[in-house]
């Protein structure tokens, strides 16, 4: 379970795309936000993932690399990509094999995990926000987080 202070788990997912990603690539270029979120184009991840992408330029502003990630399949990503204009990277973790590194579980036992990770510049984790049901507030939590770096 990855805690405030730690540094990010290395971890390589394939993108909307089916490219790989390679996590440990952007530490130490830039800070890193990892959101994690239930599924693909459901009411409260259009929410959470439209408010990051109404807010992309401010934190492209700030040197920021996002991604988002769900057990949902590339195809799927792609989709939901294109039909919001969502400006970064969508992972597939169809094993949930991440969603365990990271200790992302379940609400309730039933709907998959909703929760950000803030990383600064050399890989750290200086922020952590979980919440299912306030999907905005992820992004404004994000961005109070990376105004403290």
């Known amino acids: 379970m990855?805690?405030?202070?730690?540094?990010?788990?290395?971890?390589?997912l394939p993108d909307e795309n089916e490219n790989p990603v390679n996590i440990s690539d952007y530490i130490g270029e830039e800070p890193i936000i990892v959101f994690f979120y239930p599924k693909d184009d459901t009411p409260?991840?259009?929410?959470?993932?439209?408010?990051?992408?109404?807010?992309?330029?401010e934190f492209k502003l700030k040197g920021v690399m996002i991604f988002g990630i769900s057990s949902d399949d590339y195809r799927s990503h792609l989709n939901f990509k294109k039909k919001y204009s969502l400006p970064f990277p969508l992972l597939s973790d169809e094993d949930l094999a991440v969603?365990?590194?990271?200790?992302?579980?379940?609400?309730?036992?039933?709907?998959?995990?909703?929760?950000?990770?803030?990383?600064?510049?050399?890989?750290?984790?200086?922020?952590?926000?979980?919440?299912?049901?306030?999907?905005k507030r992820h992004v404004s939590e994000a961005l109070n987080a990376i105004n403290r770096l």
Not at 2 to 12: C, M, N, Q, R, T
Not at 114 to 124: E, Q
């Open 2 to 12: 990855v805690k405030i202070g730690d540094a990010l788990p290395h971890f390589i």
């Open 44 to 57: 409260g991840c259009i929410v959470e993932a439209c408010s990051f992408r109404d807010n992309y330029d």
């Open 99 to 135: 969603h365990k590194m990271f200790g992302v579980t379940k609400t309730l036992g039933i709907f998959p995990g909703r929760k950000t990770y803030i990383a600064d510049w050399k890989g750290f984790v200086r922020n952590i926000f979980n919440s299912q049901l306030f999907p």
